[in-house]
């Protein structure tokens, strides 16, 4: 079980800052955030045993480095029950090249982000899938990504609502 931490002013600077700018220095961190740096340390070793950062990744320009076909994936399932679920998340966690699952409200079950090398594997994965009866997928909808206006650079953190440390989430 992780431990949980306050979340006081200054480990939001920091969970916001870092959220931004994960290649920040600790010392460069500490000036913007008015810690020392060994404070800081402590804190960003915290917020992260207490689970607060899932992971740190660099957002690479696919356009200047590689071919690639970005699309979502539409999932429509025959059947909703936890164990079908269960096992389509098992499914979808095995192909890298989804990216980001999300179950959804309304006619549609899960979307899916994916990056595939062409449209060709793109449509592989979807058959593949498709033929697992046992995934019990009943419709699958691609929309290819025309052109990307604007781009995911993190949670607009400073315009949600924080949990306090009353209404903290439980980890059991």
């Known amino acids: ?6 979340i006081d002013s200054y480990n939001k600077k920091i969970l916001a800052t870092l959220h931004l700018q994960a290649d920040l220095t600790n010392v460069e961190l500490a000036a913007k955030v008015n810690l020392s740096p060994s404070a800081c340390f402590q804190r960003v070793k915290s917020l992260k045993e ?3 950062f899932r ?4 957002d690479v320009n696919l356009e200047q480095i590689c071919e690639h076909v970005l ?12 164990p079908v679920c269960r096992k389509f998340a098992a499914a979808i966690d095995e192909i ?7 179950r959804m409200s309304g006619e549609v ?21 498709s033929d697992k009866s046992e995934l ?7 929309r290819i990504v025309l052109d990307r206006t604007k781009f995911f650079l993190g949670y607009p953190l400073a ?6 440390e009353n209404t903290q989430m439980d980890d059991s």
């Open 1 to 6: 079980m992780k431990k949980t931490i306050k």
């Open 50 to 52: 207490a689970g607060y």
């Open 55 to 58: 992971t740190f990744h660099a």
């Open 71 to 82: 699309a979502y994936i539409e999932f429509t399932l025959a059947d909703n029950s936890a």
């Open 96 to 102: 890298p090249q989804i990216m980001d699952c999300m």
């Open 109 to 129: 079950d899960f979307i899916s982000l994916c990056c595939f090398s062409d449209i060709k594997a793109l449509n592989e994965a979807c058959d593949r899938l």
């Open 136 to 142: 019990c997928i009943k419709r699958i909808k691609t």
């Open 159 to 164: 315009h949600l609502k924080w949990f306090d």
